[in-house]
């Protein structure tokens, strides 16, 4: 099989199994880390065909989406990938990005490192940020109840990985948990380029929210 036989399979299996899913995780937002990929791999020595395979399965089947989970989705992934005939090289090297590009991995020691992980990483940060993440994060504290903000509730900028995965803070808290962190975390020179536009979007955000409230 062709790799655009498998990209092509691939890209429907997504469609179809995220078809109902939460509005910040759905295709398309796997749409959009899968482009992003795609460009920012033009500028690394990394392999395309896992590059796209990472990005595109990576939200398969999310722990937050499955009683903190982690390991459901590189086994979904697997699954789909062997049955479609794909190297197993390549599978596992797919399981293995999902398994450590998450945010909450970082919490985590790894010894897992590639150049495809670090593309799939910093696609899937730069849709955490900017306009996209600001949509996003706002979509996703709905989904779960949380309240927008609570002066009297202040972010944890010390959580554990245990804290993070069960935090019910309120979503501007998230800002300065996670979305404000992730422009110095980027891994590659384009992905650092393209993050920092989006950061000063935030930041401009935030000041205007701050001004609205007060």
Known sequence: MSAADIIAQTTVFVQDTLKNAEGGHDWWHIQRVHTNAKRIAQTENADILIVELAALLHDIADSKFNNGDEEIGPKTAGDFLTSIHVDTTIVEHVQQIIRHMSFKSSFDKTTFHSPELAVVQDADRLDAIGAIGIA?????????????YNPELKPNLNMSKAEYKNTTAPTINHFYEKLLLLKDKMNTETGKQMAQQRHEFMEHYLQQFYNEVQ
């Not at 996003?136 to 927008?148: H, M, Q, S």
């Open 136 to 148: 996003r994060a706002f979509t996703y504290g709905g989904f779960k109840g949380r309240e927008i």
